[in-house]
């Protein structure tokens, strides 16, 4: 792909995925009251207490944020996140007139959180960000030493915490709720539905499980060399990685060759080469 056109792409997804949590904000978590971390967590809050306007909000906490993680941390955060920082709150403010999509917070948390993951997994996509508190935990991160995830569980946390003292212990616990689902559905605007599974074989019999692999589930294998911990005696292992679909397949027919093979399955969220993903 010419790179001005995969530019043009990458900028057209952070501009639609700002819009998507946008949307999901005015319609889902804002009515509800629903704060599920993140400056978005915030500006709920603030609107709550004090009736300012949470797109502005948003543009007053995300510039200055954009700006410190870039002199602090000292890196290039791209033109592109810089996009993200400044639409995602100009599309709050333009979709704030939008009817609530519904009065029920635990649909309002679900769907929000959803709606939500969506548009920052498609904005993930476009190798970008909206900037926010994942900046101020990369902050946080530089000077306490605190592992990232840890960072930016303790910020929304203190956010989630604060909307369950200002709305109420309900509304903080359906703010989790939306959390999670903007996890999950990140997660999988990332990586997709299916889930392949990585599988390493230990088996006396390598040579048989290695063709019966080839030729009954026309799979690749690697054979890696390891060795017994107790033992200490070398041992070879076949690592194979199947779709969900064939997993059994595959299982049963390692018991077959080799009914004392030692099996071990786990699983592969992004597989990228032949006979998977190539992208």
């Known amino acids: 792909m010419p790179p001005l056109l995969r530019h043009g792409i990458e900028y057209a997804l952070v501009i639609i995925g ?3 949590v946008a949307l999901a904000f005015n319609i889902f978590l804002l009515p509800n009251n629903i704060a ?11 609107k709550g207490v004090f009736g300012w306007e949470p797109g502005l909000v948003q543009w007053v906490l995300n510039i200055p944020l954009f700006f410190t993680g870039l002199f602090i941390l000292g890196k290039n955060f791209g033109v592109k996140s810089l996009v993200g920082t400044l639409v995602l709150p100009l599309f709050v403010i333009l979709t704030s007139d939008f009817e609530p999509a519904t009065p029920d917070p635990l649909l309002g948390a679900i769907f929000g959180g959803m709606g939500v993951g969506l548009g920052l997994g498609i904005v993930f996509r476009g190798r970008a960000s909206t900037g926010g508190i994942d900046l101020a935990a990369q902050v946080l991160h530089k000077f ?6 840890i960072s930016v569980a303790m910020l929304d946390g203190m956010i989630v915490l604060t909307s369950a003292i200002v709305f109420s212990v309900e509304e903080g616990l359906y703010a989790l709720i ?10 999988i605007v990332q990586v997709g539905f299916n889930t392949s599974k990585n599988v ?3 088996t006396e019999e390598i040579n048989e499980v290695r063709d019966a692999i080839f030729s009954e589930i026309d799979r690749g294998v690697t054979v890696l060399s390891g060795a017994g911990g107790y033992t200490e005696r070398e041992r070879r292992v076949v690592m194979c990685v199947v779709q969900q679909n064939e997993f059994i397949k595959l299982t049963q027919t390692v018991k077959r060759v080799d009914p004392g093979a030692f099996v071990v399955a ?7 080469g032949e006979g998977f993903k190539t992208t």
């Open 18 to 20: 700002s819009f998507f």
């Open 144 to 149: 306490t030493h605190l592992p990232l995830g």
């Open 36 to 46: 599920s971390g993140g400056v978005a967590g915030i500006s709920t809050i603030t």
């Open 266 to 272: 786990m699983n592969a969220t992004e597989v990228l």
């Open 200 to 202: 390493m074989i230990v």
């Open 178 to 187: 939306g959390l999670f689902a903007t996890s999950r559905t990140i997660d």
